[in-house]
Nanobody, 122 residues
Framework: QVQLAESGGGSVQAGGSLRLSCAVSGYTASSYSMAWFRQAPGKGREGVACLWRDGSTSYEISVKGRFTISSDNAKNTLYLQMNSLKPEDTAVYYC????????????????WGQGTQVTVSS
């Protein structure tokens, strides 16, 4: 049974930092590309950062230089370090696994987490 579980969300002021974690169980995370998505109120879900199987990364342009996606294969965990947060980063953040990256998204996702709320106040 494949399961993804996000944690680390919270409320911060603009300019602050948060680190999200996504624990993977049921298979080896490095077998897939993995990504972080977010969904703000009233908006669609968008991919923000993706980690290819080979360890390379790609980002959505609005987060490039502020967010860093990484993984710890020994812990089977995906991370998203978010710095210089802005109010427009407020959203529910989800991790997902899939076949390959396209910008900040993963294509043909096969598993999703339940999401973690990030709120950035001005």
């Amino acid at each position: 049974q494949v399961q993804l579980a996000e944690s680390g969300g919270g409320s911060v002021q603009a300019g602050g930092s948060l680190r999200l974690s996504c624990a993977v169980s049921g298979y080896t995370a490095s077998s897939y590309s993995m990504a972080w998505f977010r969904q703000a109120p009233g908006k669609g879900r968008e991919g923000v950062a993706c980690l290819w199987r080979d360890g390379s990364t790609s980002y959505e342009i609005s987060v490039k230089g502020r967010f860093t996606i990484s993984s710890d294969n020994a812990k089977n965990t995906l991370y998203l370090q978010m710095n210089s947060l802005k109010p427009e980063d407020t959203a529910v953040y989800y991790c997902a696994t899939g076949e390959y990256c396209s910008g900040g998204s993963v294509m043909s996702p096969n598993a999703w987490g339940q999401g973690t709320q990030v709120t950035v106040s001005s």
